[in-house]
């Protein structure tokens, strides 16, 4: 993920017209009309179809498009287009060998680690994890932390020094970049489940989701993405359809929930390209921007996964576009890892990871 936050998408106007927000609310008022089920209405815990490991096919999904990302992370798309990435391949010799993945793997793998041990969410212990990660190098693919973003950063540290998850997060508009959206699928995945076998609300999952986003990413718009991001993988997991149709499913049902709130309107706008996904499947290459600003990163990983039909193409798509790679890719792979099935990751990529046992054996453990 990048250092600069937010402003690259704040500069660029993406604030919506007057016309585009009321057409996003034309269908938010369709969305949140009493025929339209959200994921806690009508649960039959009975009607589970439930992968056989859920854990494995969204985190590796994760690792492995970090991992294909990080060598051409920062890079133009124009200079990625003269040799484009095809295969795993090795970058800089900062960032290590083939397979080497980055802080989005390590903080979801901090995640995974505190909810698979603990058996719950408990943000202080979430917290505590990325300290051990950012000063005693544990999640790391190699000997320190690679890529650090700086809200991470600024807020780990702050926590660090002050011990107060209340206050640790960075606030602001530059608070709106994708590090709390990439590690995001562990609490996603476990709330999902919790939610579809009726033992928590949505609200109570929401309400987590956006304090964990909020320990390094305090702000409405970051805390909505991932919080749509829960919607979207609810969606994968327990609805019916392609890919596309599960999506399309999922954010009409963050919309729906998110909506019924007036203060969460005005974020929302900024997710307006998200609402109609056969619509953003339609836009050109150059109009997706893959900045680290999470409305950028949010909308070019759920192109690049609807405009392709297997994971290999949708991670290829996502790093070819250049600039925050890594972090695209992971998103879109977790996505793509729970849709596709853990065999649909080719074995080639798996076989360069970089602790493969190990993200393995972690996915494998017994809450």
């Keep these: 993920m990048v250092g600069i936050e937010a402003g690259e998408g704040i500069k660029s106007n993406r604030y919506f017209p007057v016309a585009l927000r009321e057409t996003c609310f034309e269908k938010l008022f369709c969305i949140m009309s ?22 494995l096919d969204a985190v590796m999904g994760v690792a492995t498009g970090d991992a294909l ?4 992370q920062f890079m133009s798309r124009s ?5 484009p990435v095809t295969d795993m391949k090795k970058g800089s010799s900062y960032f290590g060998p083939a397979g080497t993945w980055s802080d989005d793997t390590s903080m979801t793998m901090a995640m995974l680690d505190s909810i698979k041990k603990l058996g719950r969410v408990d943000v ?17 693919s190699v000997g320190e932390p690679i890529d650090v973003g700086a809200a991470c950063y600024e807020g780990v540290k702050r ?34 489940e919790k939610v579809r076998s009726g033992e928590v609300t949505v609200d109570e999952a929401i309400r987590d989701i956006h304090a964990v986003s909020a320990l390094t990413h305090n702000h409405l718009r970051a805390c909505m993405a991932c919080g749509l991001d829960f919607f979207l993988v609810y969606a994968v997991l327990y609805e019916d359809g392609s890919l596309a149709e599960r999506l399309q499913k999922g954010i009409d049902a963050g919309f729906k929930y998110y909506g019924a709130d007036p203060a969460n309107h005005r974020e929302m706008t900024y997710y307006g390209n998200l609402m109609y996904i056969s619509e953003l499947a339609e836009f050109p290459e150059s109009e997706i921007r893959s900045s680290g600003y999470v409305v950028d990163t949010f909308e070019a990983a759920i192109w690049s996964l609807v405009t392709t039909d297997n994971y290999r193409d949708a991670m290829l798509k996502a790093v070819n ?10 998103i879109a792979g977790g996505l793509a890892g729970l849709y596709y099935g853990y065999e649909s990751i080719p074995e080639e990529w798996l076989s360069e990871l970089v602790k493969r046992e190990w993200l393995e054996e972690m996915c494998r453990m017994e809450a």
């Design 34 to 55: 009493p025929t339209y089920k959200s994921p806690d209405e009508g649960n039959e815990k009975e009607d589970f179809d439930m992968k056989d490991n859920k854990w």
């Design 69 to 72: 990302g990080l060598p051409v």
């Design 79 to 83: 200079a990625i287009a003269k040799n």
């Design 124 to 140: 202080q212990d979430i917290m505590e994890r990325f300290v051990d990660w950012l000063f005693n190098a544990k999640y790391c």
């Design 159 to 192: 926590y660090h020094r002050n011990r107060d998850i209340h206050t640790c997060g960075k606030t602001g508009e530059r608070a709106n970049g994708n590090g709390s959206l990439m590690r995001n699928i562990p609490i996603s995945l476990f709330y999902a």
């Design 321 to 330: 576009l250049g600039d925050d790679t890594d972090t695209i890719a992971a």
